[in-house]
């Protein structure tokens, strides 16, 4: 059993205590990982700004990220394998992920290309006729990345990449469940030729990390992928520093009565179990015109029964096991709690230990857990409705915001969820779960603060500094 240490300025340190790392197919202990202390906290911030006072130049830090990405491709099937392990995800979906964050680290680097600014017309203004002005984007230092269990590898990237190219150095700290992907971030940038300092990485308990990294003051950016309470203890803790906050979402899908029912009720139970649901934009809620709505439920409950819920390490297997037999345990609480309010399972519903059946539900009322909070299992909901503006309104009653999903041949009818819909991204004929790695991804309400994706991520770990000669 190997034993993983934390990565400090270039250097592997192991703990005197560790935590296990366990298959979540077979309960097994695979490895074990060192617990960071507050002491840890201390050594990576000042490996962080020794590392700072040698900047990378623009171009260097491209060609690191970009060696880091062939890296990932070489070296695919071993990561995935472990993506296998620690999350449970199925081995395509790991090879899906892999290839993911390698086009994350591509579009990072080429981020730390085009690190710009703009000319402010500063000779318009009343005596100032001899003054040129223009900004210049800057490092905001040291950033602190907080990431899932769901996506380690991916949302791991879409933090590192953007922060590197921007020119910070990063602390990095993973989800507890997830912690081999890390290792191998760290071993990948470390090949890749990135200095000592640039990336450290913290493994241990959230709550007890994320209080000392909240009071370390020379952090200047919080970029955090997680639950909305930690997320708003975070925000609560950061003062005056900035943080970007991907946070819940139970997200909704729109079928208006001119959608090609089959193909679209496909794509929405694909959308809904993958990753076991575990997902932050899985397709939760289905709101179907009620002309189609039984056409629909029996198509959607076809194609779940093809579904495979097995071995995640096989090449067939669709629906692996939950991250935590307690989260199945919970998910198959809320289901039962819902079928006691009157909702009605038309597949699934059964759990065997981390595994939970793919489910669909119908006859659910809006105040039920699987249709208000996130579920974040393979639980979908499919509701009817009358007119466009009563679905809309039904979507937009949720906490949440981060996207939807609309399929409808009319223009009338998209454009009107383009305008009414309260979310941070409306997907027009496909589902709520469409994200590429070079959009602009968040939310609005207890979805998030801020945007993924490389582009708009540099820009918010970076600040905007002003520049005026006056000739």
Not at 200 to 211: C, F, H, P, V, Y
Not at 218 to 241: C, N, Q
């Given at each position: 059993m190997k034993a993983y240490g934390l990565w400090i300025d270039g250097k592997w340190c192991l703990t005197k205590e560790s935590s296990p790392v366990v298959d979540k197919a077979t309960g097994e202990t695979v490895a074990t990982i060192s617990v960071a202390e507050e002491e840890h906290v201390f050594q990576a911030v000042e490996a962080s700004e020794k590392a700072l006072l040698t900047p990378i130049e623009p171009y260097q830090r491209y060609e690191i990220i970009m060696e880091a990405s062939r890296i990932l491709q070489r070296d695919a099937q071993k990561i995935a394998a472990d993506l296998c392990i620690e999350v449970g995800k199925p081995l395509k979906e790991a090879l899906g992920e892999v290839g993911r964050a390698r086009q994350t680290l591509i579009l990072s680097a080429e981020e730390a290309k085009r690190m710009t600014g703009e000319m402010v017309p500063l000779a318009g203004a009343p005596n100032c006729g001899k003054r040129i002005a223009f900004t210049k984007r800057v490092p905001v230092g040291i950033v602190c990345a907080i990431t899932p269990f769901n996506f380690p590898l991916n949302l791991a990237c879409h933090k590192l990449g953007p922060a590197l190219a921007a020119g910070n150095a990063v602390i990095y700290k993973p989800a507890t469940a997830t912690p081999l992907?890390?290792?191998?971030?760290?071993?990948?940038?470390?090949?890749?030729?990135?200095?000592?300092?640039?990336?450290?990485?913290?493994?241990?308990?959230?709550?007890?990390?994320?209080?000392?990294?909240?009071?370390?003051?020379?952090?200047?950016?919080?970029?955090?992928?997680?639950?909305?309470?930690?997320?708003?203890?975070?925000?609560?803790?950061?003062?005056?520093?900035?943080?970007?906050?991907?946070?819940?979402?139970?997200?909704?899908?729109?079928?208006?009565?001119?959608?090609?029912?089959?193909?679209?009720?496909?794509?929405?139970?694909?959308?809904?179990?993958?990753?076991?649901?575990?997902?932050?934009?899985?397709?939760?809620?289905?709101?179907?015109?009620?002309?189609?709505?039984?056409?629909?439920?029996?198509?959607?409950?076809?194609?779940?029964?093809?579904?495979?819920?097995?071995?995640?390490?096989?090449?067939?297997?669709?629906?692996?096991?939950?991250?935590?037999?307690?989260?199945?345990?919970?998910?198959?609480?809320w289901v039962q709690e819902a079928v006691a309010e009157g909702a009605r399972v038309l597949t699934g519903g059964k759990r065997d230990k981390a595994w939970y059946e793919p489910t669909i539900l119908t006859q659910v009322s809006s105040d039920m857990k699987v249709v208000c909070q996130e579920t974040f299992a393979p639980i979908v909901s499919v509701i009817p409705y009358d007119t466009i503006a009563e679905a809309v309104k039904q979507v937009n009653d949720s906490v949440y915001g981060l996207q939807a999903g609309v399929f409808t041949k009319s223009i009338e009818t998209a454009n009107y969820c383009i305008e009414a819909l309260h979310v941070g991204g409306v997907i027009i004929n496909d589902g709520a779960t469409f994200r590429t790695d070079n959009m602009p991804y968040g939310g609005v309400k207890e979805s998030g603060i801020g945007r993924e994706g490389p582009q708009y991520a540099v820009r918010e770990m970076t600040e905007e500094k002003l520049v005026v000669f006056n000739m």
């Open positions: 992907t890390a290792m191998w971030l760290c071993k990948v940038f470390e090949e890749a030729g990135l200095p000592a300092g640039y990336l450290n990485m913290l493994t241990g308990s959230g709550a007890r990390l994320g209080e000392w990294l909240t009071q370390e003051p020379r952090i200047g950016f919080y970029s955090f992928t997680g639950s909305p309470a930690v997320g708003k203890t975070l925000l609560a803790k950061a003062g005056f520093r900035r943080v970007s906050l991907e946070l819940g979402s139970n997200s909704a899908n729109i079928v208006h009565e001119d959608a090609p029912v089959a193909s679209v009720a496909e794509l929405c139970m694909r959308h809904a179990f993958a990753n076991a649901g575990q997902v932050c934009i899985s397709c939760q809620r289905v709101y179907v015109h009620r002309d189609i709505f039984q056409e629909f439920c029996n198509a959607a409950v076809t194609f779940t029964k093809t579904l495979k819920v097995g071995n995640p390490k096989e090449n067939e297997t669709d629906i692996g096991p939950m991250i935590h037999e307690q989260e199945a345990q919970r998910a198959e609480a």
